[in-house]
């Protein structure tokens, strides 16, 4: 998450050509769950039972359909409606994920809490960033405002890629009067 190879934002994903590498640390969560499985390292004596609260935190749940403590404008972007779930709407699970952290005014919890949007993305939410789906894109561009304040250590991709991300939406769906509207969001 730490790790980026530019900080100029012409250089930086989702502007620069693709690469095999594009977003790897988001799938980072991927191995890290997996790990975890096989470890549960908040077992009777294990060495993290101390962080159990924290790892809680972590666990956010989600409802399993609608828009209940969605604002306006993400049920809006995210094509939300009372019957949508993580399995008809890509972006659900995102939406979600983001009002709840845009709710949250402690800094410990919103640090546990950020960390979860990566961890808890749904795999078509992931695709859409692979193909770089303008609403995805702004989705993780409004992520990156809460991380880049909340994860000192994504601080300097928050910046570079958000920018990156309004650059790429303005020139190549300038002429799509909603990802203008998201564009507007991006800078509220």
């Known amino acids: 998450m730490a ?3 530019t900080v100029d934002p012409e250089e930086a994903w989702p502007l620069r050509p693709s690469s095999s590498s594009d977003l790897e640390w988001f799938w980072l969560s991927d191995g890290k769950n997996v790990v975890w499985e096989m470890t549960d390292p ?9 962080m159990a609260d924290e790892y809680a935190q972590m666990n956010v ?28 709407n890509p972006y659900f699970t995102a939406a979600h994920l983001l009002a709840r952290l ?3 005014s402690n800094s410990s919890i919103e640090r546990v809490q950020t960390v979860s949007f990566v961890c808890k993305s ?3 939410f ?14 993780l561009a409004l992520w990156y405002d809460r991380a880049e304040t ?8 928050a910046k570079v890629e958000k920018q990156a991300i309004r650059l790429y939406l303005a020139r190549f769906h300038y002429d799509d009067a909603v990802v203008v509207g998201l564009l507007d969001l991006l800078s509220s």
């Open 3 to 5: 790790s980026i190879d």
């Open 42 to 50: 908040l077992r009777p004596g294990g060495i993290f039972r101390a």
């Open 61 to 88: 749940q989600v409802p399993e359909a609608g828009t209940e403590g969605v604002p306006t404008s993400l049920i809006n972007i995210c094509h939300l409606s009372d019957s949508s779930d993580a399995e008809n």
């Open 102 to 104: 845009q709710r949250t």
């Open 122 to 124: 749904h795999p078509s």
């Open 126 to 139: 992931r695709d859409l960033l692979r193909k770089k789906d303008p609403v995805a894109l702004v989705l």
């Open 150 to 157: 909340a994860l000192w250590w994504i601080e300097q991709r």
